[in-house]
Each structure stands twice: as structure tokens, then as C-alpha cells.
């Protein structure tokens, strides 16, 4: 793994083991008011934040992001993919320490053999719980710490375990829907910003889900997709229009993001009831 530090400090050498491509390392640390860092590795990681004492401290998927509603705190696990940039961020001097998990995504395929499923390591998954991962991660940083290796089978069962519960975490969190702050947040985003075209991938990365996962979940949390509340946000922007002002129903349609004329009628009709014409004059009488 490539990393770029500034104002943190790495106490010590670490600790680490390795057992069947899975290579695991328990760190402590410090960060200083506006520490900060980029990481990035050529296997998949989970990182498990074991403990934590004085300030706050994040993990982004983007550098220029602002800061995310929740802070990173311990007992949350973290999954970032092969290959995919992470950023770290230190809003006062704070203490860490915390469990790496290196690993080789085929020799994982040959342990796991029929119970492997390849879709939860593609996508990244910040700030997470799951209270059986924690506790297979402490037993690993006790085994890293500990001046002597139990039996090599130990370790395997160990990690084993851990990416079975992972696999199984990770089936369980299809069927989720976005919590409510990663809801309040799409939501305050998409309203702010309707009139112009919004990205899917923009709006997932808001909350860290991949654009497919983050679309079922906004589906499932709301009952309609995200480009259908996009819409549903011009046509309120579009009412508020036709009773405020005396612009034409094409200004109208212009101003509020939609093809033409034609296309505002279309879908205010079948939204509201009404053609945007009736609906003003009724409201206006």
C-alpha cells in the first residue's frame, strides 16, 4: 500500500501476521489538528478502527468532498476495494489504533470455494457495524499483539470466519434501504439542485454506495427512483412559479429544467391532476 501522511505519526512499528494471502496489521497512531492522508493499495482492505481518544477523525472517498453527517468512531469497520483512493482527515489531535486487513481476492476465492460471492468486493463500504466482525478483529489484533503465533489454523479459521460474516453482512445490506441521515442528505441535495441534470454517481457518492446499490436503496427508502423526486422537485418549483408569477408556460417550462412546453404539461398532468393552465386559473380565481 502507497500512502501520503501529513501531521500524523505512526507509533512504533506495528504488529502484523499472515495466514493464506490474508496479511493483518494492527497500527497505532497519532493525527494533529488538520492531519491529514491518502492511501491507496493494490489488494482490497477492511480497516477496523479498534480505538480512538481525543479529536475526530474521517475517512472520504473524495478529497474536495465536505465532511460527511457522521464521524469515523470506534467498533465501525470500513471496505475499500483494490485500486480505489482513500482519504483520511483529522479535525483535532487524536489518538488511534487500529487492524488492517491486506487481502488476495483469489486466494479468498479458493478458501471460500461455493460461499464466495465477488459483488460485496467491488463496492466501497464506509463506517459500518457488525459486532461478529469486531469481535473475530479483536481476536486477530490480540494474535498480531501477542509475542507468539498460536497454531496456523487458528488464524485461518479466524479470517475465514470474518469474510464469511462479511459475505453475509453484505447480502443482508441489499435489501436495506438508505438510513435516514444518508436520506436527509440525498434528498437536501437533489431539491437544491434540481434544476440542473444531476449524476447518479454524484448523488451515491454523497453517502459511499456504489450508483447501483445507492439507486435501490433511494428506492427502497422512498418509494420512487432519485430521477423521479428530481422530477417531482421541478413540478413543485413549476407551481410555485405559476402562482408567484405571470411568466408563460413556456418561461416556466424553461425555468424549471424541462424539454418544452408540451413536456412540463405532460408530467404536471399526470402528477397533479390538472394541465398547469386549469391548475393556475383554479388557484388564481
Avoid at 501477542?146 to 470474518?162: E, I, K, R
Wanted: hydrophobic share 40%; glycine share 6%; proline share 5%.
Amino acid at each position: 500500500m502507497t500512502s501520503k501522511r501529513e501531521g500524523i505519526s505512526v507509533l512504533g512499528d506495528g504488529h502484523r501476521r499472515s495466514w493464506s494471502g490474508v496479511l493483518v496489521e494492527l497500527w497505532e497512531a497519532e493525527g494533529a489538528v488538520g492531519a491529514r492522508a491518502e492511501y491507496i493499495s493494490e489488494h482490497p482492505r477492511l480497516f477496523v478502527l479498534l480505538d480512538q481518544a481525543g479529536g475526530e477523525f474521517e475517512l472520504l472517498l473524495s478529497p474536495d468532498r465536505a465532511a460527511m453527517p457522521r464521524r469515523h468512531v470506534p467498533r465501525q469497520i470500513s471496505f475499500i476495494p483494490a485500486g480505489v483512493p482513500l482519504w483520511s482527515r483529522f479535525t483535532g489531535n487524536t489518538y488511534l489504533r487500529h487492524l488492517d486487513l491486506h487481502f488476495d481476492l483469489e486466494a479468498l476465492r479458493t478458501r471460500l470455494a461455493e460461499d464466495f460471492a465477488p459483488a460485496p468486493f467491488e463496492t466501497p463500504r464506509l463506517m459500518f457495524n457488525n459486532e461478529r466482525l469486531m469481535t473475530f478483529a479483536n481476536l486477530l489484533a490480540g494474535e498480531c499483539q501477542g509475542p507468539a503465533a498460536f497454531h496456523d489454523l487458528y488464524g485461518d479459521s479466524l479470517t475465514t470466519a470474518l469474510f464469511i460474516d462479511f459475505l453475509r453482512s453484505a447480502e443482508k445490506r441489499k435489501r436495506s434501504s438508505l438510513a435516514p441521515w444518508q436520506l436527509r442528505r440525498v434528498v437536501d441535495y437533489i431539491e437544491e439542485n434540481c434544476l440542473r441534470a444531476i449524476r447518479l454517481q454524484e448523488l451515491a457518492e454523497l453517502v459511499s454506495l456504489s450508483p447501483s446499490y445507492f439507486s435501490h436503496a433511494f428506492k427502497a427508502a422512498t418509494g420512487v427512483p432519485p430521477h423521479q423526486w428530481q422530477t417531482n422537485a421541478r413540478l413543485k418549483r413549476a407551481q410555485d412559479l405559476l402562482l408567484a408569477t405571470d411568466m408563460s408556460l413556456t418561461e416556466v417550462a424553461a425555468t424549471t429544467g424541462f424539454f418544452d412546453q408540451a413536456h412540463l404539461t405532460r408530467l404536471f398532468r399526470k402528477k397533479v391532476g390538472a394541465t398547469p393552465a386549469a391548475w393556475r386559473r383554479e388557484r388564481r380565481a
